[in-house]
């Protein structure tokens, strides 16, 4: 579904009247012309994600391409309804410091007390008898039972019905629906986590300087893209019914190496992203840069996707070919699409 493209010259300029910086509101002036507004850097928003680091930056072991293993509903697959028995069979997997499970490799004190492995490193006794959790004695008995096992996903309580393999788990964990939605903002800087029901009031009550703009087609302004080091550039879009955050991340991946990546993210759920396609084109100088794809669901965020480089990159010599005195504009559009 994605395909870079670019195409030849072309002699429609982008954005000539865009000049002043920090047009908060939508530019209406002239009807047809999409509208456009500035996005300056967030390292000059205090508000806006923090700018530094964007690289370590919740960087995530997110699979970019990952499977979805199921639906909601259970039902389907290794899903379905917990028995009792099971309940009480998985209980016995409860780590008595954590409450999480105790997968394998399982590893037991010497009165034969388990604990799990991230707990039982903290630790210098058993919890439960204070005994030695030295020589580590492995129970290969409980491993095979719990390789028997079906385990209720981490996000069981907040609507995950899903049982699964616990090899299966921690890979079904990252994707689950059911999971937190974090703050869309790149940075690491906002630690908000809550419902997806609860993102846009979010946005708008902790990240009042990000600009909206309406309208399926509308001109991304970044400022100032000379600016050194990791900086980011945000400002929502609203069409369809929906709301779109698109990022101007500027990192250097490779010493040395600094790159633009421009991405266009849905506040919604993955589901929701397929029915969209946006293409982000640079264009100007007679020349034209243009990316399609399916945008993102901010539940899998933009890390992983730059770390891909799913999305438009491009390096600093590209950008001052299209960017006019620092300033660069990217032409974006939304469109519905049936998948
Ligand atoms: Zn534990
Ligand atoms: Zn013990
Ligand atoms: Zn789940
Ligand atoms: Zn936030």
Request: net charge neutral.
């Amino acid at each position: 579904m994605s395909r870079p493209s670019s195409a030849g010259p072309s002699t429609s300029k982008p954005c000539g009247k865009q000049q002043q910086q920090q047009q908060l509101t939508p530019s209406l002036a002239a009807a047809a012309a999409p509208a456009a507004a500035a996005a300056a850097p967030a390292s000059n928003n205090a508000a806006a994600a923090a700018t530094i680091s964007a690289a370590g930056a919740a960087s995530s072991g997110v699979p970019a391409a990952a499977t979805v293993l199921s639906s909601p509903g259970g039902g389907d697959g290794s899903g379905g309804p917990v028995s009792p028995q099971h309940h009480e069979l998985t209980s016995l997997f409860e780590c008595p410091v954590c409450f999480d499970y105790v997968l394998p490799p399982i590893l037991q004190c010497q009165a034969g007390h388990l604990v799990c492995n991230q707990c039982r490193q903290k630790l210098s006794c058993c919890p439960t008898c204070r005994g030695s959790l030295t020589p580590s004695i492995r129970n290969l008995a409980m491993e095979k039972v719990a390789s028997a096992v079906l385990f209720p996903c981490k996000y069981a309580t907040t609507g995950c019905s899903l049982t699964l393999h616990h090899t299966e788990k921690p890979e079904h964990e990252d994707i689950c629906e059911f999971r937190p939605y974090s703050c869309p903002c790149p940075g690491a800087s906002c630690k908000w986590q809550g419902s997806l029901e609860a993102v846009m009031s979010h946005l708008m009550h902790a990240h009042k300087s990000i600009t909206t703009l309406q309208g399926e087609d509308i001109v991304f302004l970044a400022t100032d893209i000379n600016l050194p080091g990791a900086v980011d550039w945000v400002m929502m879009q609203s069409c369809f019914g929906h709301h779109f955050m698109l990022v101007l991340e500027k990192q250097e991946k490779y010493e040395g190496h600094q790159q633009f990546f421009a991405i266009v993210l849905l506040i919604g759920t993955r589901k929701q992203a397929e029915n969209f396609a946006y293409r982000l084109e640079l264009n100007g100088n007679r020349r034209r840069l243009t990316w399609e794809a399916t945008p993102r669901s901010i539940h899998d965020g933009v890390a992983a996707a730059i770390l891909n480089s799913d999305c438009l990159v491009f390096d600093t010599a590209i950008a001052h070919l299209f960017a006019d005195n620092g300033n660069l504009g990217i032409n974006v559009t939304i469109s519905t699409c049936c998948p």
